[in-house]
Nanobody, 123 residues
Framework: QVQLVESGGGLVQPGGSLRLSCLVSRGAFRTIYTGWFRQAPGKEREFVAAKNWNGQYESIRDHLQGRFTISSDNAKDTVYLQMTGLKPEDSATYYC????????????????WGLGTQVTVSS
């Protein structure tokens, strides 16, 4: 069974940076599109970014471009979400997810989910 395990969340001051990691298990790294979503209390889950293993496909949500980047380390089966210039409104639980569909931005298109990692941006 494929598992996704997020790490790297925490408390950061406004303007700070964090790098989230998503470890993709059981050989699925090269077979799925790995995405990042986030969900703040009382809000819907929001697409953040996605990519495939070799970089042929990458996508960042429009309003996050310039601050967020997605990358991967193929030797470690890990996808990263680098976040810079963090704002309080970026506070949320961030989820890693897997899809078989290129270009998927809806949570319903992702069939594998991690448990999430909390990001809090506060002074």
């Amino acid at each position: 069974q494929v598992q996704l395990v997020e790490s790297g969340g925490g408390l950061v001051q406004p303007g700070g940076s964090l790098r989230l990691s998503c470890l993709v298990s059981r050989g699925a790294f090269r077979t799925i599109y790995t995405g990042w979503f986030r969900q703040a209390p009382g809000k819907e889950r929001e697409f953040v970014a996605a990519k495939n293993w070799n970089g042929q496909y990458e996508s960042i949500r429009d309003h996050l471009q310039g601050r967020f980047t997605i990358s991967s380390d193929n030797a470690k089966d890990t996808v990263y979400l680098q976040m810079t210039g963090l704002k309080p409104e970026d506070s949320a639980t961030y989820y890693c997810a897997g899809s078989s569909t290129m270009g998927a931005t809806q949570s319903s298109q992702y069939h594998i989910w991690g448990l999430g990692t909390q990001v809090t941006v506060s002074s």
